[in-house]
């Protein structure tokens, strides 16, 4: 950049034809006021007032803790059990229950939490086989099968590496995985043993997949990187992902059946990707996240899903050409801003006609991303899908407050991350309330909202366990502590999963917990883990 030319070097054409000569303005004093200021004008026109990029995460606030707050706070709750070092899974993905007889089993690490008793719950161990995925009984094979994922590794902005993947050395070490990206799919009949029935690759470069959806039916969906060269604006990925299909008919060769990219995502489809106001911001999730929750099977006639998109929206699929899955729609909120991830889990409310007003609705669910709240808080959305071709955000849950006797005044400054994360799964034994959601909320704790109203959801209860970790160590409490979260509606019992192990909680708004084992009458949805102790 030369004295009298503020425009960048690369663009000296610019610089000639739009402005006027600095050396001439500064004849006069008003003249260099001016000149200094058009001069400053005309260069935010092609730079913006930050050439670099300004990028989240913001500092930290003046009146964050310095220590991490050891209280526990309740209200409207009551702790019925509580497991050490062992935490259950739930919401990510949307169904994790196995069951046989009265014994119940959840996910967790190397093992299983069996909360049969929930007064008693037990760990499980399977020895060196890790737990997690899918959890779904297969009516047609009469097993039940696991889809774990598989992915190269992540990173996490931290105090060392704040830029993340954007890091150099840290891309390339993410990129050399040489690991399965893609999923396993195991026979779990027998928990304690599981079996390994296949190994589906979604490609040899790219990320693998996250979080997928599968309940037993014919297709598994996944959300798959199966390219490096799918784009991705958050710290965390190498490269992005997009929706494929698999069909899981035998599990143990599966095949792939589709795949869908939003048009932008792929390098090289720039035109399209420039559309949109976060791209090339570096803090924003432009990736898909999870793979669509499918309220009816496609083979018995199904013809929608609701996958998210993070900033790209919550997209209505079109289902009815399994071969070529396309959007109905997409939802948006007007008011979205940079970070996190704006739609993380997308759960269709299962209510029926005595419920009028909870039908055809949706909940985004959105994921905060760094600690300390260094970007802007992401609400949960009520979507109105009735018009998969308009779906519209019709309510927005309450930003949950700290109690009145915390050593904090809001939850951004009592350490970790703070904002939703997952829900309550989708396939769970019993029927499911449509006016109750519980969601986890990192720091916050464990949060019950009542959304008889949609346009007005309410809190209603909550569970802050004490927080776990060391401040000097930063991967000890970045993430907050409550992660996951599973509702048995049959007994009316909640079940959390944090750093530190398992909680069960009761809540009068479920009703009165059933406190002793039993069997299983049906799950939230007919077809969901139908014939699963014939």
């Excluded at 309740?74 to 007889?101: C, F």
Aim: some cysteine.
């Amino acid at each position: 950049m030369s004295k009298d030319n503020p425009i960048p070097s690369e663009r000296p054409s610019q610089a000639r034809d739009h402005l006027i000569s600095r050396r001439a303005l500064l004849k006069s004093t008003a003249g260099a006021a001016l000149g200094l200021a058009g001069a400053t004008n005309a260069a935010a026109q092609f730079t913006g007032i930050a050439p670099g990029g300004g990028v989240i995460p913001f500092r930290l606030p003046m009146g964050a803790l310095n220590y991490l707050d050891q209280g526990q706070y309740i209200s409207n709750m009551k702790v019925i059990s509580y497991l050490p070092d062992h935490a259950t899974a739930g919401g990510e993905p949307l169904m994790a229950m196995w069951a046989k007889g009265r014994q119940r089993l959840l996910p967790s690490g190397t093992g299983w939490v069996d909360v049969s008793d929930p007064t008693k719950p037990a760990f499980l161990s399977t020895g060196k086989s890790r737990i997690g995925g899918c959890v779904a009984y297969n009516t047609k094979l009469k097993k039940w099968l696991m889809v774990a994922t598989a992915t190269e590794p992540h990173a996490e902005r931290t105090p060392k590496a704040p830029l993340g993947q954007f890091d150099p050395e840290i891309h390339r070490r993410l990129q050399s995985y040489t690991g399965l990206r893609g999923i396993r799919v195991y026979d779990i009949t027998n928990p304690i043993e599981p079996s390994l029935l296949s190994e589906f690759s979604t490609g040899k470069i790219g990320v693998g997949t996250h979080m997928n959806f599968y309940d037993g039916g014919r297709y598994g969906y996944l959300d798959a990187g199966w390219s490096d060269k799918l784009r991705t604006e958050d710290v965390g990925r190498a490269s992005g992902s997009g929706l494929m299909i698999v069909d899981l008919t035998d599990p143990a060769n599966v095949k792939e059946v589709s795949r869908y990219h939003v048009p932008g995502q792929m390098m090289g489809e720039e035109d399209d990707y420039k559309k949109y106001w976060f791209a090339d911001s570096q803090c924003a999730w432009v990736v898909s996240h999870g793979g669509p929750t499918v309220p009816v099977r496609v083979e018995d006639g199904g013809t929608i899903g609701y996958g998210g998109f993070g900033h790209f929206g919550m997209i209505c699929f079109d289902l009815t050409d399994i071969k070529n899955p396309k959007p109905y729609g997409v939802a948006r909120w007007d008011y979205e801003t940079l970070g996190g991830c704006p739609y993380h889990t997308c759960y269709p409310v299962i209510a029926d006609s005595s419920h009028p007003k909870l039908q055809n609705l949706v909940i985004g669910v959105p994921e905060t991303l760094l600690s300390d709240c260094r970007e802007p808080y992401k609400s949960i959305q009520i979507v109105d899908v009735k018009n998969p071709r308009e779906p519209r955000v019709i309510g927005v849950f309450p930003r949950p407050k700290p109690p009145a006797d915390a050593p904090y005044a809001d939850f951004c400054l009592s350490r970790g991350r703070f904002g939703s994360h997952n829900i309550q799964c989708w396939v769970a034994p019993g029927t499911a309330r449509p006016d109750i959601v519980v969601l986890s909320f990192f720091n916050a704790g464990i949060r019950v909202f009542d959304i008889s109203e949609p346009t007005q959801p309410r809190e209603v209860a909550y569970f802050i366990p004490p927080r776990g970790g060391k401040l000097e160590d930063y991967a000890t409490w970045f993430r907050g502590d409550s992660e996951t979260v599973f509702i048995e509606w049959d007994r009316n019992l909640i079940w959390l999963g944090t750093h530190a192990g398992s909680y069960c909680l009761s809540c009068p708004a479920l009703g009165e917990p059933v406190l002793e084992p039993r069997v299983i009458s049906h799950w939230t949805r007919p077809h969901l883990n139908a014939g699963w102790d014939a």
